[in-house]
């Protein structure tokens, strides 16, 4: 592990310069050079500093090897998403992104969607209404999964709910094999998106017309990933970091 380049990879994730962290820690841009190449360490004072700039974790910065991260997550970018039309459905069950998902793929087959587009695209996102109740009594969650559907696509097949998407921007970053440690890897690619975009959270209401977040899974050279989307807008923006769950 080293300190320096943990430094560094934190410094460019928050797109800044050695210069602007420099200006921002009130030293010379050669100390945040020297820094960053291991030939000074930073006092703890400047440490817990340095963890307020980057929002995260003092033991983070100076014990885990943050590079390897760059094997797990791409860069997040800011992409428009232009206007969709889909069917979705929502679950509330023990496991609902499994049970969901495959009452969405049964659909999409018996609707002929597959038969007309077999690259149909597959999205999903949590279903934040369920009770504390429901969870901690009998763990229960919600997810929703929808199908984007093709212009002019129609069908009899009922059992989904029919929805428009308007055109929106948003952040997305890439999680390389989410599955392999799901409960850290994917909650952490959130936390990522809404740390660059300096938020907290999202807004309490959301746009009738844009989703406020959804996930896209799929394989690339036999590798899966996964694909989270934060739309821009509806987060609450923030100058403070705030530890999220």
């Not at 340095?50 to 929002?55: A, H, R, W």
């Not at 093709?150 to 390389?176: K, L, S």
Request: net charge negative.
């Amino acid at each position: 592990m080293s300190l320096g380049k943990n430094i560094q990879y934190l410094r460019k994730q928050k797109k800044i310069t050695q210069e602007q962290l420099a200006e921002r820690m009130m030293v010379s841009r050669q100390t945040v050079s020297k820094w960053e190449t291991d030939e000074a360490v930073p006092e703890l004072n400047t440490l817990i500093t340095l963890c307020d700039v980057f929002s995260c974790k003092l033991d983070v910065l100076v014990r885990e090897n943050l590079t390897d991260n760059g094997e797990i997550y791409s860069e997040i970018t800011i992409k428009t998403v232009k206007g969709f039309r889909m069917a979705r459905y929502v679950m509330v069950t023990p496991n609902p992104e499994d049970d969901v998902n495959r009452y969405m793929d049964d659909w999409a087959r018996q609707s002929g969607l597959l038969a007309i587009n077999p690259d149909a695209k597959r999205i999903g996102w949590d279903f934040p209404f369920v009770s504390l109740e429901l969870q901690y009594r009998f763990g229960l969650r919600g997810y929703v999964s929808a199908y984007i559907l093709p212009d002019g696509f129609n069908t009899d097949c009922p059992g989904v709910e029919y929805a428009n998407q308007a055109d929106a921007d948003y952040a997305v970053i890439t999680v390389y094999d989410p599955f392999v440690a799901a409960l850290e890897r994917i909650p952490n690619a959130y936390k990522k998106i809404l740390e660059y975009l300096q938020a907290n959270g999202f807004r309490e209401k959301p746009k009738d017309d844009v989703l406020s977040c959804f996930e896209y899974v799929y394989e690339n050279n036999g590798r899966t990933c996964m694909d989270v989307y934060i739309h821009v807008d509806s987060v609450s923006k923030t100058d403070s970091f705030t530890n999220f769950s």
